[in-house]
């Protein structure tokens, strides 16, 4: 069973478009996250989400948008797409009280803005 | 303003060789260290990890050396294999603070044969 899965795993679309990527885990994690990674591999936290709060990185532009329909699933929807959106974006989870035993990762979405 | 500072960002090591790679922090508050590994097409897996309380941490061929004067840590890797080959990220966390893992800027490693 897979832990943290992101779909899809590729994203081809035009600019301007709208998307979304969705994520599930089936840990019994508490918190969520969304990550970009570029194509110099840094990975940035855009947000940190759990029943109680929504962490945004304040670099994240208001385009991007995170929905979550339950505890296991946090989505990313993403409007008016541009070519700097370009990257792979990474899910992850955690519990709270066990924070210290890491995050997991999904296996990442490559999207591509044409 | 990057918090965790890696380095080197490549590494090309000979099979059997030590790897190493090392990160700086400037925020005091950080209370866990983790390593994670990146292979291609793979999301970031954790590979080991310290908390400031402790000097080292060794789990098989890998070792945290970790010095909380000089606010630096280090992942050695004994041995380097082949499919050691990936992208190693260094890490740094508040455990009382929205829990959001602040990484480093990466380290492709190349252990060749």
């Known amino acids: 069973d897979t832990a943290v899965s992101q779909t899809p795993k590729y994203l081809v679309t035009q600019m301007g478009n709208d998307k979304s990527i969705k994520c599930e885990q089936n840990?019994?994690?508490?918190?969520m996250y969304w990550y970009k990674q570029d194509s110099k591999k840094f990975l940035k936290i855009m947000f940190s989400?759990?029943?109680?709060?929504?962490?945004i990185n304040e670099t994240v532009p208001n385009r991007f948008s995170p929905k979550s329909p339950d505890k296991a699933h946090l989505n990313l929807h993403i409007n008016s797409l541009e070519l700097g959106d370009s990257a792979v974006y990474f899910c992850a989870s955690s519990q709270d009280d066990r924070v210290y035993y890491g995050y997991t990762f999904g296996s990442g979405t490559r999207l591509t803005v044409v | 303003q990057q918090q965790v500072k890696q380095s080197p960002q490549s590494l090309i090591v000979q099979k059997g060789g030590i790897s190493i790679i090392n990160c700086a922090y400037e925020n005091t508050a950080f209370d866990y260290f983790p390593w994670y590994q990146q292979f291609p097409g793979k999301g970031p897996a954790l590979l080991i990890a310290i908390r400031p309380d402790v000097s080292e941490k060794k789990e098989g061929r890998f070792t945290i050396s970790f010095n909380k004067s000089a606010k630096q840590f280090s992942l050695h890797i004994m041995d380097s294999q082949p499919g050691d080959s990936a992208t190693y990220f260094c890490?740094?966390?508040?455990?009382?603070?929205?829990?959001?893992?602040?990484f480093g800027g990466g380290t492709r490693l190349m252990v060749k044969p």
């Open positions: 840990l019994g994690h508490d918190t």
């Open positions: 890490a740094a966390l508040i455990g009382n603070a929205g829990n959001m893992l602040t």
């Open positions: 989400y759990n029943n109680k709060e929504l962490i």
